[in-house]
């Protein structure tokens, strides 16, 4: 009896242990089947989403108009720069006044530090992507959808040459995607060193200490600290490089030219550019906390470069007369536009239209205007006009008459 009830005993035990494994094996495939159905269901949602983002994104680009190398190298170096005046033998005379200074500059001429301190801050990735960076994109579209308060940018450095070039600063979805299809299509016609150095000469650096609008590295370098772009150190290099994310926060001066005596959010933004830089191996540990340290107040210039109005003001407005025309009649040959061929009142239309455009262009197109005046010759006739003692009595009453510039109305004279 003993005997068969044990094995009545292992019997039960036996299919005791069958159904645990059976329940075991029945949660497992359960949750097999469960977890094979999320999968299923996220790939074919972000398939759903992918598609979709691509198809909005080709209906925003749709009928852009495809650029060829030549129009879009047009318009990319298409920018303002600040047009000089020169006395005989190409001695320098001074700049044609504008709203925006800028002075071209080749990559070669920009210290490296400003390179690093761009790209350690604007664009980390500058020398890997083909014109967007996906991730910095979704970051940048996440923060500002939950509002964080902290705004990193999507932008690369080829995207915001393509704004500020190609297209217009409106916040819209279907310019940032016609904005990022251009920036893909540039990198294909650009190298990575032609682009930064577009990107040096197009960018905005806020005021120069004589309160004018300065745009590229040059102008900001002599404007800024009275040095060549070349000559730029770590600290002012960083300084400098920390400027374009927001000019007139962190530009050191202000609309007239007096520095500002709040410059908190400038030497702030100063170092969060130098640590970027030490984070991304560009400079050492000790680079990073002597540049931090440096007196970079003291190198701030107290003077602009002045414009030749203010200068020789009489010579200028001479020459600015006479190159306008010569301007104009270029623009007309190069526009392949005939005179001869429009009546009398419609010629003159077309000549005046031109002559504003030669106009704008003389004082924004970066040129340089050459004159036959000898600097010499012509301050020697000045300081002789400020001497009343060269100067004869008055004819009529035998009284000492304050002299006449006599040598300012010959510059109206062949020159």
């Known amino acids: 009896m003993k005997s068969r009830i044990q094995q009545l005993n292992n019997w039960l035990d036996s299919l005791r242990d069958k159904r645990y494994i059976q329940r075991i094996n029945l949660t497992s495939l ?30 925003l680009v749709e009928g852009e108009p495809e650029y060829t190398e030549a129009q879009m190298k047009e318009e990319v170096y298409n920018y303002e720069e600040t047009s000089e005046v020169y006395f005989a033998n190409d001695v320098y005379l001074g ?25 350690s801050t604007e664009d980390e990735y500058f020398y890997e992507h083909n014109g967007i960076v996906p991730k910095a994109i ?7 959808f939950v509002d964080t308060g902290m705004q990193t940018g999507g932008s ?22 016609r904005e990022m299809m251009i ?28 309160g004018t609008q300065i745009a590229g590295i040059q102008a900001a370098a002599n404007g800024i600290f009275d040095v060549e772009a070349s000559e730029l150190n770590l600290p002012q290099s960083a300084f400098i490089a920390g400027i374009p994310q927001n000019p007139f926060s962190y530009t050191p001066f202000d609309g007239n030219g007096d520095l500002k ?14 640590y970027r830089m030490v984070d991304a191996g560009m400079i050492t540990v000790e680079e990073y906390e002597e540049a931090r340290d440096y007196d970079i107040v003291s190198d701030f210039t107290d003077s602009a470069p002045r414009n030749s109005f203010e200068r020789y003001p009489y010579i200028t407005n001479e020459l600015e007369r006479r190159a306008i025309p010569i301007l104009r009649d270029y623009f007309l040959e190069k526009d392949g536009v005939d005179l001869s061929e429009y009546e009398s009142e419609e010629r003159e239309s077309i000549r005046s239209d031109y002559y504003a455009r030669a106009e704008t262009q003389l004082r924004l ?20 006009v400020e001497n009343g003692n060269l100067f004869g009595p008055n ?19 062949p020159f």
């Not at 009529?396 to 510059?411: A, T």
């Open 95 to 119: 700049e044609l006044p504008s709203i925006l200074e800028r002075r071209e500059v080749e990559l070669e001429n920009v210290s490296n530090y400003v390179q690093a301190a761009l790209i």
């Open 183 to 210: 920036a893909m299509r540039l990198e294909n016609y650009l190298d990575k060193d032609d682009i930064l150095e577009a990107y040096l000469n197009i960018v905005p650096f806020g005021r120069n200490a004589g």
């Open 261 to 274: 005596e709040d410059l908190t959010a400038g030497l702030s933004r100063m170092n969060t550019v130098l």
């Open 156 to 177: 690369t450095l080829t995207q915001q040459i393509v704004k500020n070039q190609m297209l217009s600063s409106e916040v819209s979805f279907d310019r940032k995607a």
């Open 395 to 413: 004819s009529n009453d035998g009284s000492s008459s304050k002299s006449v510039p006599l040598c300012k109305i010959m510059k109206r004279g």
């Open 30 to 59: 359960v949750l097999w089947n469960l977890f094979i159905i999320i999968t299923v269901t996220l790939l074919l949602g972000t398939t759903f989403v992918g598609a979709a983002g691509a198809g909005y994104f080709v209906s």
């Open 365 to 384: 197109g970066g040129y340089r205007i050459h004159s036959t005046i000898n600097k010499d010759i012509y301050d020697a006739m000045e300081e002789a």
């Open 138 to 144: 979704m970051r940048a579209t996440f923060q500002e």
